[in-house]
């Protein structure tokens, strides 16, 4: 996807980061726990100040973010939020295909937690070839190995 970039996210990028993790998460949080817009502005403040942010532009056009830490014996991606008018495009594979790549360059494992009843989302990252190694209460514990 020649047109796809991910750009460092700046501290003026961090309403755009809310609003797509509102718009594209939202309904998914709501399920599970109630959407408390306080509680979840508060959690992304903290987020995006201590995670790796970078906002996906596409011909251009902010669509999406992505946040991820590195440690020094794996990856933890912790975000990929696609705004939802640009959804199923194939932006979010594209974007996924990069951090692989990345990870295995680097020979390092990629954890995720996907939300159990955010299932379209663990059925994607399995067509990644990401495996399940576990669960809690609400989340899907997957990884996978460079």
Not at 4 to 26: H, M, N, T, V
Not at 111 to 117: F, I, P, Y
């Amino acid at each position: 996807m020649d047109n796809l970039i991910l750009r460092r996210a700046k501290a003026s990028d961090s309403d755009f980061a809310y609003r797509a993790k509102k718009e594209a998460f939202g309904q998914y949080v709501e399920e599970v726990w109630g959407w408390d817009e306080e509680l979840q502005r508060r959690m992304h403040e903290k987020r995006f100040a201590s995670q790796e942010f970078s906002v996906i532009q596409l011909s251009g056009v902010d669509v999406g973010i992505m946040a991820l830490v590195r440690e020094p014996d794996y990856v933890k991606f912790n975000q990929l939020f696609i705004l939802p008018e640009y959804q199923c495009r194939g932006i979010g594979a594209a974007c996924m295909l990069r951090v692989i790549e990345d990870a295995a360059a680097s020979e390092l494992p990629i954890r995720l937690e996907v939300l159990k009843v955010n299932t379209r989302a663990i059925a994607f990252y399995l067509r990644l070839a990401f495996k399940i190694v576990g669960e809690s209460d609400t989340h899907v514990l997957m990884e996978k190995l460079p």
